[in-house]
């Protein structure tokens, strides 16, 4: 960029985004920026300033990249997505006996506290113990959270630390509700170090063509967000979620859905209202209609609700009298079938056409498309977890992979999609999310279910918070300049895209232009 940059906060400067091709498109176009929004779409070369007069109108030469609308990423968890490059990475880890083996090594090398993150053990040919953490850790604190946040596996040391100790049991391993509040205990870091990683989370975002998020974790957002506005930290657009915890504070707040935090210049907007009603696949805590192979005998074989019906519906309809949108997780075929029932319930209140969603939708009946479709409900999605999960779905959901991930299925039934990543579980990248809406595959490997696969139009218009896979004239000056053709480009292409620059309302908040 030439001279200072500029901040959020300055007004905008008018733009001609030079020589630019829109997707799919082979002749170059001059696009317009003015007051934060798209002005005109012309010509390249044409005169389009109607009206501007002699105000300087800078130039930016794009030399035939791609423009499209700045891309969103619907599920977030910021505050830990900031953590996770600070923890120690779990992914590729494939036993408990390897994950002990990395533990030893670390305290070996004088690790006051082990925190990791990202273990699958779905598929893990051995079982977790408490024992074997503590054979090698002594009175070092250990805790090894899951790739899907739905349970970690904790030590002796770290479960006295953290309170624990009577509920992690001989396998120290906690799930749902209780690796919840072990999570938030994490993440109790002073607000200005944890606004400066998440500061540096949102530069990676924009370097990625993201202009804005909606975050889900688990905190009083609302002031997180202020205050982080208010220390300069504006690159993205952000939707904030609001938990049961803080359902009451909301509503005495007098907080709705899309409205704007003051002294935030309208960056960040109120959010649904975030209720998690089952597990998730790889802990095998997600509620089914069948049960789990393997588990049979156990308590829950077949998963179950984190909050029954009597109890979602009365909290939906308080939700959404006092104006904020229900956003429900649910992930397995039975706890989806029992949300659409609860927004069955709920409809006569008036939420309808507000944007509700079910986060995850990963497991579904057939009929229930349909469901989806004729309550409008968004189906807020994250493909890159089929990309994860394809084995553990193979072996858990033997026979019903048919009606995983069913993107293809719920387009076609005219149900919106947005995509997200459900960060730190998938990265926050959406052209990661799109590759895998599109292809089905990752790594070299036959696609999974390329029947579910949607086409790249699709993907990216459910990746730019509502405005559509093409930068359109008056709408908001939110675009990302791609190096490649996201239409025609191939699915590994895809998920590496070069981004070249990122706008946020006309303004640059990337750019590898100049």
Same mark, same amino acid.
């Given at each position: 960029m030439n001279g200072r940059r500029?901040?959020?906060?300055? $007004?905008? !400067?008018?733009?001609?985004?030079?020589?630019?091709?829109?997707?799919?498109?082979?002749?170059?176009?001059?696009?317009?920026?003015?007051?934060?929004?798209?002005?005109?779409?012309?010509?390249?070369?044409?005169?389009?300033?109607?009206?501007?007069?002699?105000?300087?109108?800078?130039?930016?030469?794009?030399?035939?990249?791609?423009?499209?609308?700045?891309?969103?990423?619907?599920?977030?968890?910021?505050?830990?997505?900031?953590?996770?490059?600070?923890?120690?990475?779990?992914?590729?880890? !494939?036993?408990?006996?390897?994950?002990?083996?990395?533990?030893?090594?670390?305290?070996?090398?004088?690790?006051?506290?082990?925190?990791?993150?990202?273990?699958?053990?779905?598929?893990?040919?051995?079982?977790?113990?408490? $024992?074997?953490?503590?054979?090698?850790?002594?009175?070092v604190p250990v805790v090894l959270v899951s790739g899907d946040l739905h349970s970690g596996w904790v030590n002796s040391a770290a479960a006295r630390r953290y309170g624990f100790d009577g509920i992690a049991g001989p396998s120290g391993i906690l799930r749902e509700d209780d690796c919840f509040r072990l999570t938030a205990m994490l993440d109790d870091v002073a607000d200005e170090v944890l606004d400066g990683w998440v500061a540096d989370a949102a530069a990676r975002a924009a370097a990625r063509g993201v202009v804005g998020i909606t975050d889900f974790e688990m905190r009083w957002n609302r002031d997180d967000w202020a205050r982080r506005a208010a220390r300069d930290i504006r690159s993205l657009r952000v939707a904030f979620g609001v938990y049961t915890q803080h359902l009451e504070r909301a509503i !005495?707040?007098?907080?709705?859905?899309?409205?704007?935090?003051?002294?935030?210049?309208?960056?960040?907007?109120?959010?649904?209202?975030?209720?998690?009603?089952?597990?998730?696949?790889?802990?095998?805590?997600?509620?089914?209609?069948?049960?789990?192979?393997?588990?049979?005998?156990?308590?829950?074989?077949?998963?179950?609700?984190?909050?029954?019906?009597?109890?979602?519906?009365?909290?939906?309809?308080?939700?959404?009298?006092?104006?904020?949108?229900?956003?429900?997780?649910?992930?397995?075929?039975?706890?989806?079938?029992?949300?659409?029932?609860?927004?069955?319930?709920?409809?006569?209140?008036?939420?309808?056409?507000?944007?509700?969603?079910?986060?995850?939708?990963q497991l579904l009946r057939h009929q229930d498309v349909a469901r989806f479709a004729a309550l409008g409900i968004i189906a807020s999605v994250q493909p890159e977890h089929a990309m994860d999960d394809r084995d553990v779905a193979d072996r858990y959901w033997a026979g019903r992979t048919d009606r995983a991930f069913m993107l293809a299925a719920l387009a076609g039934a005219g149900v919106e999609l947005a995509l997200g990543s459900d960060a730190p579980v998938a990265p926050l990248d959406p052209w990661v999310a799109i590759s895998a809406a599109v292809g089905r595959t990752r790594d070299g490997r036959e696609p999974w279910h390329p029947e579910q696969a949607i086409d790249a139009r699709t993907a990216l218009a459910a990746s730019t918070g509502g405005c559509g896979a093409e930068v359109a004239v008056g709408g908001p000056a939110d675009i990302a300049v791609v190096e490649l053709d996201p239409l025609a480009a191939s699915v590994d292409d895809l998920r590496a895209m070069p981004v070249a620059a990122t706008l946020l309302g006309g303004r640059f908040t990337h750019s590898l232009l100049e």
């Open positions: 500029r901040r959020p906060t300055d $007004a905008p !400067e008018p733009l001609i985004l030079a020589g630019a091709l829109l997707p799919s498109a082979t002749s170059p176009v001059d696009v317009h920026l003015a007051d934060g929004a798209v002005a005109a779409i012309v010509r390249a070369g044409a005169d389009a300033r109607r009206g501007d007069g002699d105000a300087a109108v800078r130039r930016i030469e794009l030399d035939g990249r791609y423009v499209v609308p700045g891309l969103y990423d619907r599920h977030v968890h910021m505050s830990q997505w900031s953590m996770v490059v600070r923890r120690h990475d779990l992914s590729g880890i !494939e036993s408990a006996a390897a994950a002990v083996a990395l533990v030893a090594g670390l305290v070996a090398r004088g690790a006051a506290e082990v925190i990791g993150m990202g273990y699958r053990d779905g598929l893990w040919p051995d079982s977790q113990s408490r $024992a074997a953490l503590d054979a090698v850790s002594g009175d !005495e707040h007098g907080l709705r859905t899309g409205d704007a935090v003051p002294d935030t210049e309208s960056l960040v907007t109120v959010g649904g209202y975030k209720v998690i009603t089952d597990g998730s696949l790889n802990t095998r805590t997600a509620w089914c209609f069948d049960p789990y192979p393997g588990l049979e005998g156990h308590a829950n074989p077949c998963g179950a609700p984190n909050v029954p019906l009597d109890e979602l519906v009365p909290l939906m309809r308080r939700a959404d009298a006092a104006g904020i949108t229900p956003a429900v997780h649910a992930i397995g075929d039975r706890a989806n079938a029992a949300v659409l029932e609860a927004f069955e319930q709920v409809r006569p209140s008036g939420w309808h056409g507000r944007g509700a969603t079910i986060e995850h939708a």
